[in-house]
Nanobody, 127 residues
Framework: QVQLVESGGGLAQAGDSLRLSCAASGRALDTFAMAWFRQAPGKEREFVAAISWSGNTPYYADSVKDRFTISRDNAKNMLYLQANSLKPEDTALYYC????????????????????WGRGIQVTVSS
């Protein structure tokens, strides 16, 4: 069983930066894609970014492209999201997730690709 714990969220002002971290335990994840999703109040959960098992291939939602950077450290079983130039519309509960199939990046933007989820960390951006 995989446990995921997010950290690094909090309050920020527009234009600020935050670095989210996701600590994984229970299994080595260096053969699984990982991702960040977010859910704003009153909205459905949406894809933010995904990264291949090696860390070489990232994908981003258009809304965060050129502002957010996803990365991972397989030696530490960690996933990161560097969020720069934050906007009020980035306010949401951010979740990290692990894919259910090894060596697969297909449909990386779909929630049902991911079998393991953290509980989420709140990011609130004021204008």
């Amino acid at each position: 069983q995989v446990q995921l714990v997010e950290s690094g969220g909090g309050l920020a002002q527009a234009g600020d930066s935050l670095r989210l971290s996701c600590a994984a335990s229970g299994r080595a994840l260096d053969t699984f894609a990982m991702a960040w999703f977010r859910q704003a109040p009153g909205k459905e959960r949406e894809f933010v970014a995904a990264i291949s098992w090696s860390g070489n291939t990232p994908y981003y939602a258009d809304s965060v492209k050129d502002r957010f950077t996803i990365s991972r450290d397989n030696a530490k079983n960690m996933l990161y999201l560097q969020a720069n130039s934050l906007k009020p519309e980035d306010t949401a509960l951010y979740y990290c997730a692990v894919a259910g199939t090894r060596y697969s990046l297909s449909y990386y933007f779909r929630e049902n690709k991911y079998n393991y989820w953290g509980r989420g960390i709140q990011v609130t951006v004021s204008s």
